[in-house]
């Protein structure tokens, strides 16, 4: 390589850190932290999430999900009077994807696993603040051993319950990040 080459490589690189610079400060302002102050300038989105109401879901996957729902929402135990009201309704199934050609029977399952949730606020009126559905998938291998196939299948479970009330956390977080309080 000449010496000329090299003056050019080292403008060039030159030039491509000064274009990264600047896009860097140019996108700076474009960034909000999920967790910092209200677009409106009321409050946190902290604040919000911990008036939050978890209404009671039915049936043991409905428990694992609630009380993961109430944990993330206000982990810090404070009574916080709740201003909204969550309603979550979940529907459940099993799939077996892989069958031993042998024994003819499933050696692994998926549960799956739909929540439909509302985000209700009396301020804002009979209709939701908020609406969605989300879905999420968890594997577990089958046994010969009954007990254990039970207690893979509940590990499932609370791995989708954990999914989902993680799934729901981010959703409601983002809305209040970008619409406020309602």
Not at 33 to 56: F, K, T
Not at 143 to 157: Q, Y
Not at 161 to 179: K, P, S
Request: contains cysteine; aromatic residues 8%.
């Amino acid at each position: 390589m000449s010496f000329a080459e090299a003056g050019r490589n080292r403008w060039t690189r030159a030039a491509w850190a000064f274009g990264l610079c600047l896009l860097s400060v140019s996108l700076a302002g474009c960034i909000q932290p999920l967790y910092g102050p209200l677009a409106n300038g009321d409050g946190s989105v902290q604040a919000e999430m911990q008036a939050i109401a978890v209404e009671p879901i039915k049936d043991r996957l409905g428990h694992y999900l609630e009380n993961e729902l109430i944990f993330a929402f206000n982990g810090t135990g404070s009574q916080v009077p709740p201003r909204y009201r969550l309603y979550v309704t979940l529907s459940e199934g099993t799939q077996s994807p892989l069958i031993d050609t042998v024994t003819g029977i499933a050696s692994a399952a998926n549960v799956l696993v739909t929540a439909s949730y509302r985000l209700e606020s009396p301020a804002a009126g009979k209709e939701p603040i908020l609406k969605g559905i989300d879905t999420v998938v968890a594997s577990y291998d089958r046994t010969t051993e009954r007990f254990a196939s039970v207690r893979a299948a509940r590990d499932a479970e609370i791995r989708d319950a954990e999914r989902l009330a993680d799934q729901i956390r981010m959703r409601i977080a983002a809305y209040f990040a970008t619409r406020g309080g309602a």
